[in-house]
């Protein structure tokens, strides 16, 4: 008896979930940030002393020149007249040693006092000299410090932070006043260091104010701060901005990101490589029907979650991002559903 033999039916279609490649998912990327001054300045006495007056606070507007604080300078001329009479006293200490040297050299021709005696003459010469040489620095840096009493502001600014109050004893350089300057203004922004592998050399970035009043501002990477932050490992951008609209205060919320003319980034999911560590590829779906095809590419630095593509694709590209290591060339896969 003769049967028929059995038709295989095709297999159905395989389900993928795919992605089409495109260059706006760096672009896309937008960075919190502030508004900050080009320029600041701690501003500290270069002298120990007690503070007497802080007349400013946090948010005012100073000019360059305005008294910010004082040192209590009653203190102050105390220790340059103790420093004074210290002077004083070893001057006349030097005086009677360098009598009783003369005297005791007068000794010894007569036979009278020993070399000894006349050893120690000249030695007690010697240590009082030495003294009225420390005197006199001491009193030299007393009367400086008198001197440097009063901090002014080096610039027009405004107040950022007052570290002391009045009645606090300050060291030389300990910070009490911190100024910004009234003219530039600069965007700081935390990215994360995987980032900057793809910033291109003069980076654009746009950045936008938290409200429609504030309008789009242009800026460029001006410094790119070389440690990075040890809880978060992001780095920090300073954006230059150019001329700045009153609008964006110190302190504003904005937030950056990277121009429309930035060069086109390619970028896939880490789950869409296939292949080897040396030969690595992704699985391109295209023709009708719809079928997969292993594409060999070249990887760039990792982007959190994603990975730089160098070559191998192009934009518009549809890649299969989930299950890419049971596939099998030629493969047919299910309609794409937006």
């Given at each position: 008896?003769l ?20 260059a ?115 009193l030299s ?17 405004i ?65 790119v701060?070389p ?71 070249t ?40």
């Amino acid at each position: 008896l003769l049967f028929p033999l059995a038709v295989q039916a095709d297999p159905a279609p395989r389900p993928v979930l795919s992605e089409i490649v495109t260059a706006a998912q760096a672009r896309q990327r937008a960075f919190p940030g502030v508004i900050a001054a080009e320029v600041t300045a701690d501003l500290a006495f270069q002298t120990l002393g007690r503070i007497a007056t802080l007349d400013v606070n946090i948010g005012d507007v100073v000019a360059k020149g305005d008294v910010l604080a004082t040192l209590d300078q009653v203190t102050l001329i105390e220790d340059v007249e103790a420093a004074q009479a210290a002077l004083n006293g070893a001057k006349a200490q030097a005086e009677l040693s360098e009598q009783t040297l003369a005297r005791t050299q007068q000794l010894v021709q007569r036979n009278v006092a020993t070399l000894a005696q006349l050893e120690a003459a000249q030695g007690s010469r010697d240590s009082a000299a030495a003294a009225v040489i420390s005197a006199e620095a001491a009193l030299s840096r007393a009367s400086d410090a008198a001197r440097f009493s009063t901090l002014a502001a080096p610039m027009d600014g405004i107040v950022l932070a007052t570290n002391a109050k009045p009645g606090t004893v300050v060291s030389a350089g300990m910070v009490v006043v911190t100024l910004a300057g009234q003219t530039g203004r600069e965007a700081v922004i935390d990215v994360p260091s995987e980032f900057l592998a793809l910033l291109p050399e003069g980076a654009k970035f746009t950045v936008r104010g938290r409200t429609p009043a504030m309008p789009p501002l242009e800026g460029s990477v001006r410094l790119v701060e070389p440690v990075a932050d040890a809880g978060t490992r992001s780095r920090r951008l300073r954006l230059r901005l150019g001329d700045v609209p009153a609008i964006y205060r110190l302190g504003s919320l904005v937030t950056a990101t990277l121009s429309a003319e930035a060069p086109e980034i390619l970028s896939l999911p880490r789950s869409a490589i296939a292949g080897t560590p040396d030969a690595p590829t992704v699985w391109k779906v295209s023709g009708e029907p719809r079928q997969v095809h292993a594409i060999p590419v070249t990887l760039g630095p990792a982007l959190e979650v994603r990975v730089v593509i160098k070559s191998g694709l192009a934009e518009g590209d549809e890649i299969v991002v989930r299950g890419v290591h049971s596939l099998t060339e030629g493969e047919t896969v299910g309609e794409r559903i937006e």
